[in-house]
């Protein structure tokens, strides 16, 4: 039986309201691209290039001695590295504190880790973990700055942050504040694994409100139909060549092994539909800019010559991650309560 | 046992078809007596309870709660649960079986009713179906049933295979018992934490899909139609889609006994309400998409759902406080459903006080089959509630009665104060003196 077959509503009720979002609690924050204005966006954008033109020991009195925790939950290079190095850059001394060596391994819970990590003397917590909604329970709990190193299947706003600015670099150089119209015109495709992928759900959330159009592809078991109704001004298709035609940005995802759950795949059968090679990219796409969030898996969703290729901005991406994050830590324990969110 | 008078107050009685001024008599646990008001014959030397300006009604029934003992009585114990439903204006609440160990045995169900429980109310047990709630092996109805038992399920673990689910329709049917299902396939919700939608896909959390409920249900509803000839009785537990809802709506054109229960979070919330994680707004089944609880909404109008229960499902705070994914299923009822019930369903919505409290009371007595419970007619159980129907209040979680505060309606206005509950002639609840 669907659905369908329940009669008709027959009357328009008045139902109760879904309350407004208490988060975030502090305005340093960074758990959702969406908790940033256009004008703060703007801000860290314009604050990274500016830091990143800053003289190196100029740059460490900003945060000189403030105290910053790192807490991951899951492996990182990059997000690690480049939050570290940024902290360390403005000055800030910082802890790492991974699930492998600490005593979340004894059955500590986020809260009273983030508890812990504040009676330390910590100021803000950068945090990546597995679970989905971890970084918005640990902000409500410590009611620190809390920065979302990525949690489970649901954002990753930083790395979104750093694919804009790499993006902004190579369609619209010298930009400075960006707004609602920057991005029209511009078409970014992301590919592969959407289902369990939080650059994805980060990138298809910010990108429409700077004008572009988000296409996603892949197959359905890793792009479910109502994907498409996450947001406006994004559509899904299935073709990768007919969305690569349409596309000034080619974003490419690694398929999360460790998040398929069970899920059977056919690699083979993947490799020929998805994965993007010299031939796809120079048939259809030529002039695009090929990004991956990392780590990337050559033969698989792209092959090592499209990865080295001219058209790849992966490593500018890997780049602009420490220049992004080291204005959106500034933020992190700048932002005063009332001010610039 | 002394007697106890309520005067003044306007009797509702679906049941009896009663809904006038009356003064009522209640004495060694039973009704006694209704006259009109002043008219009583043998009021002598009774406590009187003031009830003038109030409606007096039957004690509400909830046939689904988890009461939590034996076995985790950190969250919950029953004399805690049942003094939140005293406070909520239940007189009666059936506790299901995933305790720990899961009731079922005679043994842990007279355990359950045992006087040392201090329960505050009536609780009857619900009895394991299978051995353990593991889906295999099927209990012993007959002793359950002389145990206490008033109905049987494996909630939380449904009866997936469709061999054991058909034997224990029929061995309930023989003992004349009703089989509760809460309806998962849990293989299709394996890692899952809320709603299969639009808003699970953007929170990033594994969705349960509206057919991994209706296709159970249609299941059971396919192997009571084969078992027509044994009169089971298949009810279904916390129905949450519309796909649900049509399919009990059909067996019952059918002429099947097919009976099925909706939860106030399933008629009020949508999966919207789970915003940014809350723990709070996350249970099995999970909250579903504005269709479908429109859907319940009108099933509930339209008269095809048979009750209002709570699926009141204690937690202690620090096991709510985890992870999304991490934390268990299950927010407390007991403290809001008379007062939400009231306040979207009647008010709002305007379904007659009547039917909402025969959703509350004379209907789960009747599924359940429990005697002299859902009405005041003369004899029955002295289980009453005096309340105010119209009283607007507002609920707060860490004033309740309940072990514990696992709720999304902290801080929802309320419409309806209890202002006495009276179990078997006994005041279970009296609102404290405003």
Known sequence: MSPNSAPPARRQLHTPAVPPSPFPYNPGSLLSVQDLTLDALSHILIRATELEAEDPLTRTRILAKRRIALLFYESSTRTRTSFELAAKSLGADTTLVSSLSSSIEKGETLKDTGLTLRALGAEAIILRHNSSGAAWLLESETRLPVLNAGDGMHEHPTQALLDLRTMLAHLRPGIGPVEGQTLAGVTVTIVGDILHSRVARSNMLLLPRLGAKVLLCGPRELLPDLAASAGPGIAIERDFEAALRQSQVVMMLRIQAERLAGMQLDLDQYKTAYQLNEQRLAACAPTAVVLHPGPIIRGLELTAAVADGPQSAILQQVHNGVAIRTAVVERALLAQKGGRA | MTALVIKGGHLVDPAAGVDALKDILLQNGRVAEIAAPGKLKTANGAEVLNATGLTVAPGLIDMHVHLREPGQAWKETIATGTAAAAAGGFTAVAAMPNTRPVNDSPETTRWMLAPERGA???????????????????????????????????????????????????????????????????????????????????????????????????????????????????????????????????????????????????????????????????????????????????????????????????????????????????????????????????????????????????????????????????????????????????????????????????????????????????????????
């Not at chain 2, 909706?262 to 309400?273: G, K, N, Q, S, Y």
């Not at chain 2, 379904?351 to 509350?360: F, K, Q």
């Not at chain 2, 089959?369 to 860490?398: C, H």
């Open chain 2, 120 to 434: 505050a109310v009536r609780v009857f047990p619900i009895a394991a179906a299978t051995r353990g709630s593991k889906g295999e092996a099927i209990n012993d109805y007959a002793a359950l049933k002389a145990a206490g038992a008033i109905a049987v399920s494996d909630d939380g673990l449904p009866i997936l295979k469709d061999s054991v689910m058909r034997e224990v329709l029929v061995a309930a049917a023989r003992v004349g018992l009703t089989v509760i299902q809460h309806a998962e396939d849990t293989r299709l919700t394996q890692g899952a934490s809320m709603n299969l939608g639009p808003v699970s896909f953007r929170l990033g959390l594994r969705g349960m899909s509206a057919e991994s409920e209706s296709s159970i249900v249609e299941r059971d509803i396919r192997l009571v139609t084969e078992l027509r000839d044994t009169r089971a009785h298949l009810h279904v537990a916390h129905t949450s889609t519309a796909a649900a809802v049509a399919a009990v709506r059909q067996a019952r054109r059918s002429g099947l006994r097919v009976t099925c229960e909706v939860a106030p979070h399933h008629f009020l919330l949508t999966d919207e309400h789970v915003g940014l994680y809350n723990t709070h707004a996350k249970m099995c089944p999970p909250l579903r998409s504005a269709a479908d609880r429109d859907a319940m909404i009108e099933a509930i109008l339209d008269g095809v759902v048979d009750a209002i229960a709570t699926d009141h499902a204690p937690h202690a705070v620090h096991e709510k406080e985890v992870e999304f994914e991490n934390a268990p299923n299950g927010i407390t009822g007991l403290e809001t459903a008379l007062g939400l019930s009231l306040r979207w369903l009647h008010k709002e919505w305007k379904l007659p006080l009547g039917r909402v409290l025969s959703l509350l009371s004379a209907q789960p007595a009747a599924l359940l089959g429990m005697k002299g419970r859902g009405t005041l007619a003369v004899g029955s159980f002295a289980d009453v509630l005096v309340f105010d129907p119209k009283a607007e209040w507002t609920y707060t979680a860490a004033q309740g009665k309940s072990r514990s505060r696992n709720t999304p309606f902290d801080g929802w206005t309320m419409q309806g104060k209890v202002h006495w509950t009276i179990s078997e002639g006994r005041i279970a609840y009296a609102a404290p003196p405003a």
